[in-house]
């Protein structure tokens, strides 16, 4: 999916949200963004009257691909969830060599950390 950022550096990891003169978050470009969704059979084939979206929240330095895994699909295919999930830039596994860095050899890029985080929520 295409989502604004308000970051430097492509909101990559290391970014820092961009303020304006009022503090004001800045639009600094579009980001292409990749998702999950899983939808249960017994949505795709009517079984259930309603199948209401879960939006999954990974673990701390996860990803995505959670959603794939057994509690997940099992509470989805039991229930008739279909389940978003997204990377939660910041705090996914592709921000670790950043944190690690920031946390062992460069304190003053810890406030990247928090920044990044914002854009993933």
Do not use: K
Not at 36 to 42: A, D, F, G, L, M
Not at 55 to 79: K, S
């Amino acid at each position: 999916m295409t989502i604004p950022h308000y970051h430097t550096n492509g909101c990559r990891p290391g970014c820092q949200i961009v303020l304006d003169e009022q503090e004001n978050p800045e639009f600094q470009g579009w980001r292409q963004a990749e998702f999950t969704v899983n939808i249960p059979v017994n949505c795709a084939n009517g079984n259930h009257s309603a199948c209401p979206i879960l939006i999954y929240g990974h673990g701390l330095l996860g990803g995505r691909g959670e959603a794939d895994g057994g509690v997940p699909t099992g509470f989805a295919n039991t229930y008739g969830y279909i389940i978003i999930a997204v990377d939660m830039w910041g705090m996914c596994s592709f921000d670790v060599p950043h944190i690690g860095q920031a946390l062992l050899s460069d304190l003053s890029e810890v406030i990247s950390i928090p920044d990044r985080s914002v854009q993933g929520l």
